[in-house]
């Protein structure tokens, strides 16, 4: 069994700047990818941003590719997501997964979920 636990959202302005953080335990955490989704209200959850837990090689949405970064920490069991220049349009709740099978750019591919932060982006 995984745990997640996400931290680090807030209410940012326009053209802002958060850093999420994820912290994953668990008796057996080797995960392949990790990845950050995002939902906002009424709509499906969406693919951000993911990265292979070995050699660190990452992958983005075109919709943050250049303004959001994912990183982690092997040692710490910890995924970040940094984001700048938000926009309105980031406004969702975020969730950080850990990937069982199949394609990183899908929510279905994941097996464990934290809670969500929420991430408001005023104009």
């Known amino acids: 069994q995984v745990q997640l636990v996400e931290s680090g959202g807030g209410l940012v302005q326009a053209g802002g700047s958060l850093r999420l953080s994820c912290a994953a335990s668990?008796?057996?955490?080797?995960?392949?990818?990790m990845g950050w989704f995002r939902q906002a209200p009424g709509k499906e959850r969406e693919f951000a941003a993911a990265?292979?837990?070995?050699?660190?090689?990452?992958y983005y949405a075109d919709a943050v590719k250049g303004r959001f970064t994912i990183s982690r920490d092997n040692a710490k069991n910890m995924v970040y997501l940094q984001m700048n220049s938000l926009k309105p349009e980031d406004t969702a709740v975020y969730f950080c997964?850990?990937?069982?099978?199949?394609?990183?750019?899908?929510?279905?591919?994941?097996?464990?979920w934290g809670q969500g932060t929420q991430v408001t982006v005023s104009s």
């Open positions: 997964g850990v990937r069982s099978s199949g394609s990183v750019y899908s929510s279905s591919s994941y097996a464990y």
């Open positions: 990265i292979r837990w070995t050699d660190g090689s990452t």
């Open positions: 668990g008796r057996t955490f080797s995960p392949s990818f």
